[in-house]
């Protein structure tokens, strides 16, 4: 009787630790993204105006804005419905759930579980879906515009990213994104380096992609006929406006976490990893930066054709992969 009181207490302070540690893998989480992701887009901006023979803004000034944008309050226009009013706080919950799933450098992900790649398509299109409504809702022709172009272009680069999802669950045996880039991920530059180059090259596109970055969108423009996702949050200020400018900056981190895994790999050592991990990140921010710089902004109409060769380089990675066995 005493030893089962014992066997009973033992169990629940097991129980207990558990939940404690999960609480502050994920807190460490949160913590870690919500404070790198603003100064990758800080990063980005430096790079252009260094490029430009500019000083440019501070590293910082994407925290100064986000801070003033918290400070205002939202102004909504009488047509909208509580679409409106919900996409932005839909659009950085999602990017927040996202961060949980993906492992950060040396931390393993709080959310992992054999198919969670398709969790992490469901909560992008989530967030895609409540951004196209709100656009929708407003009756701005020109929102309705970029929501369409957003639409479309979506399909292209999920159907590319699927793409590498079905190649690294090949190398890896696993469609667990923590198994496919986590630590103990066996990817080896020097036995799959082909494959691995095609998956690098159209994973980098579909990053251009899905955060609008130029030669697809230009973050910085102001004309709404050529803008896709800007155009769409116009109408958002104050607060709405700083939550989805945050989820915008989450999402950037998130699809170069996925890249900088393959690109460098880990050592299982926690802070070695983590400094690769974070410099990976500034990497592709500059990278992003050089890109933005030397390169214009396409027509509409040739963005697809960049996605559709995305999508070959992904395809022939899957075939490369399929060859070796």
């Avoid at 919500?34 to 990758?40: H, N």
């Avoid at 252009?48 to 803004?57: E, L, N």
Wanted: overall charge neutral; glycine content about 6%.
């Amino acid at each position: 009787m005493v030893s089962d009181v014992y066997l009973f207490i033992f169990n629940i302070s097991i129980s207990v630790e558990n939940e404690m540690m999960m609480l502050i893998l994920i807190i460490l989480h949160w913590l870690i993204a919500l404070l790198l992701s603003p100064f990758l887009l800080g990063v980005i901006s430096k790079v252009k105006a260094f490029f430009a023979g500019r000083v440019g803004p501070s590293l910082f000034q994407p925290y100064y804005d986000l801070s003033k944008l918290f400070q205002k309050s939202a102004v909504y226009s009488q047509t909208t419905t509580w679409v409106f009013r919900a996409a932005p706080v839909v659009a950085l919950a999602s990017a927040l759930l996202l961060v949980l799933v993906i492992p950060l450098g040396g931390l393993d992900a709080p959310l992992k579980f054999q198919g969670d790649i398709f969790l992490v398509a469901y909560i992008l299109a989530l967030a895609r879906f409540f951004m196209i409504a709100a656009s929708f809702d407003t009756g701005f022709s020109m929102e309705a515009m970029g929501a369409s172009r957003e639409a479309f272009f979506a399909c292209l680069s999920e159907l590319v990213l699927f793409m590498n999802f079905i190649t690294l669950a090949l190398l890896t045996r696993s469609i667990s994104l923590s198994q496919m880039i986590g630590a103990d991920s066996p990817l080896s530059w020097s036995h799959l380096g082909p494959t691995l180059l095609l998956v690098v090259a159209s994973l980098f596109v579909v990053l251009l992609a899905e955060n609008c970055r130029i030669p697809i969108d230009d973050p910085d423009t102001h004309l709404e006929l050529t803008m896709i996702h800007e155009v769409m949050i116009l109408d958002h200020s104050g607060v709405d406006l700083a939550y989805m400018t945050y989820a915008a900056a989450l999402k950037f981190l998130i699809f170069a976490t996925v890249l900088v895994p393959i690109l460098s790999g880990w050592t299982g050592v926690f802070i070695k990893d983590m400094s690769i991990y974070i410099t990976g990140l500034l990497g592709l921010a500059i990278v992003v930066g050089i890109v933005e710089s030397s390169m214009a902004r396409l027509r509409l109409n040739r963005v697809r054709n960049l996605l559709l060769i995305a999508f070959v380089l992904a395809f022939f990675g899957f075939i490369v992969t399929m060859w070796r066995g």
